[in-house]
């Protein structure tokens, strides 16, 4: 199973850069979490202000672990002292995955093979 986070943060255009400055070795060290497969903040180069928050786990007891754990706490505190304005951000408990590409390098929409998610 694959647990997805993803959402927006959106900040005052200014403190954004340096919100994701700032959080890049806590994002370093979320990344050697049991159960991190990703963990990134990047700015939005379309919407001034905006950071997108993507982060992969291997099961929702990853997610939980680092939920309570010191660097999600970090991170909170962190981001909190450079005015969040707004954030939406929301988890996905995938149960399906598969390459976008088939072995002809054409796109697909559909599930034609899968793999562990």
Not at 38 to 45: A, E, G, N, R
């Amino acid at each position: 199973m694959t647990i997805l986070i993803n959402g927006t943060v959106d900040f005052e255009p200014a403190e954004a850069e340096k919100a994701v400055a700032a959080a890049a070795d806590l994002m370093a060290e979320t990344r050697t979490q049991a159960g991190c497969r990703h963990y990134v903040w990047s700015l939005d180069p379309a919407v001034p202000g905006r950071v997108y928050v993507y982060e992969n786990w291997e099961s929702e007891q990853a997610l939980a672990d680092h939920l309570a754990g010191r660097y999600y706490a970090e991170m909170l505190a962190l981001l909190s002292g450079f005015g969040i304005k707004a954030s939406e951000t929301l988890k996905y408990r995938i149960e399906a995955a598969g390459p976008i590409y088939d072995d002809t390098g054409t796109p697909r929409a559909d599930f034609f093979a899968t793999v562990d998610a």
